[in-house]
């Protein structure tokens, strides 16, 4: 366990929550006591620039880079007046670096070992299994893992590939050898 990870452990801590409060700010993170944690949390490159909603629940084994944001879409309307109520991250989600999941409405939840790539901006729930990417984010495809994606579905915006080697090939991407 990393110190990042674990004074995010510990920032609940009766005597010295606000001193590791202060601690994570030093890194650059914020992580409200009121943010639900589960057992396993990874946090690469000391989490720096991460930024996570009070009503956030992390799952087990999430896996988090620096520079994620973790929000609702309207900032500016007060918590009460705001359709938000919480983001999930379910079991084994990663979100890659720089990536924002921001909630307009509702609940967002994010499936359990769904990847969520570098600079993504997700506005929305997604399943399990699942790769996102792109801004506005959007299903790029399934990670493949003991539970991959059922087998009459496809990956979204994929167009199958011939790898054949095409013969005679000339175009300015090929070379002959010398």
């Keep these: ?49 991460t930024v996570l909603h009070p009503y956030t629940t992390l799952g087990a084994d999430v896996t988090l880079y620096n520079g994620v944001t973790i929000g609702r879409a309207d900032p500016w309307v007060p918590q009460e007046a705001s359709p938000m109520r919480r983001v999930v991250l379910e079991d084994g989600v990663v979100v890659c670096a ?13 499936g359990a070992g ?5 600079n ?3 506005t929305r729930s997604t399943g399990p299994g699942e790769i996102w990417a792109g801004v506005p984010a959007r299903r790029v ?7 991959a994606a059922p ?28």
């Design 151 to 178: 087998v009459d579905s496809a990956p979204v915006d994929s167009a199958p590939v011939d790898s054949a080697p095409v013969e005679g090939a000339t175009g300015a991407g090929s070379r002959s050898a010398p």
């Design 120 to 122: 993504a901006v997700l």
């Design 98 to 110: 720089g990536a924002k999941i921001i909630c307009k409405n509702g609940v967002l939840t994010v």
């Design 114 to 118: 769904t990847i969520v790539g570098a």
């Design 1 to 49: 366990m990393s110190l990042v990870t674990a004074l995010i452990h510990r920032r609940r801590h009766r005597l010295f929550g606000r001193l590791v409060q202060e601690a994570l700010a030093l890194y650059g993170m914020e992580v409200p006591a009121a943010v639900q944690i589960g057992p396993g949390l990874t946090v690469f490159h000391r989490g720096f620039g």
């Design 141 to 147: 495809g399934w990670r493949r893992a003991a539970d």
